[in-house]
């Protein structure tokens, strides 16, 4: 067990909607980090955020959206959801905020868009 | 442009023999490498990393890599398996030292143990 908690484990929508993954970092960790892991992409890194503020951007769509909050649980909202979304999405945190500290990964969101 | 290749995607040994897995990697600056674990099912774990000094490192489970900055390889290696190290194995490049940087993973390798 990492100490990071993501839920839910699984989510099934339809296309054109939109949800909201939530993730809770280990405790003492202000870095949190989005990632997205599909067959075809592979494991791709979105977005950062360090003790609330945005601090590195990956791949991440427009359509996807993220906030750190002051108790540190960060949401990754994706909307305008496409086939193509489907994915395991991961949350990890670390103590700092480069990325040379050990990052924690979460268990993973699996997302099915039908 | 920064990349990561992992040219291997299966790989199959026999319990108890050893082991290497590649990693070529494509950096413009000093890089900052990893070694993660994936276990079915779950997050990913992290094995090793390297940002300078030792150009071998020694990471959990048994796992070392050696950083070779004229081949920009950094491959894994353990020199014997075990039936659970069978997962799915990521090398990867970067950072987050500035607002710009990013990790990038390579597209894994799974490892496959025969009894």
């Known amino acids: 067990d990492s100490g990071v908690t993501q839920t839910p484990k699984h989510l099934i929508t339809a296309t054109g909607q939109r949800v909201t993954l939530r993730c809770s970092p280990r405790?003492?960790?202000?870095?949190v980090y989005w990632y997205q892991q599909s067959l075809d992409q592979g494991l791709q890194f979105l977005i950062q955020y360090y003790n609330g503020e945005e601090r590195a951007k990956g791949n991440i769509l427009e359509r996807f959206s993220a906030q750190q909050f002051p108790d540190l649980h960060s949401e990754l909202n994706l909307s305008s959801l496409e086939l193509g979304d489907s994915a395991l999405y991961f949350c990890a945190s670390s103590v700092g905020l480069a990325g040379v500290d050990e990052q924690y990964f979460g268990p993973g969101t699996r997302l099915t868009v039908t | 442009a920064q990349s990561v290749t992992q040219p291997d995607i299966h790989i199959t040994v026999s319990e108890g023999a050893s082991l290497e897995l590649r990693c070529n990697y494509s950096y413009g600056a000093t890089p900052y490498l990893f070694w993660y674990v994936q276990s079915p099912g779950q997050g990913l774990q992290l094995l090793l990393k390297?940002?300078?000094?030792?150009?071998l490192v020694q990471g959990i489970k048994g796992f070392e890599a050696e950083f070779k900055r004229s081949q920009s390889s950094f491959n894994l290696r353990k020199p014997s398996v075990h039936w659970s190290d069978a997962a799915e194995y990521f090398c990867a490049v970067g950072s987050f030292l500035n607002r710009d940087d990013k990790i990038i993973f390579g597209k894994g390798t799974r490892l496959h143990i025969l009894p």
């Open positions: 405790s003492g960790d202000l870095s």
């Open positions: 390297y940002f300078s000094g030792d150009t």
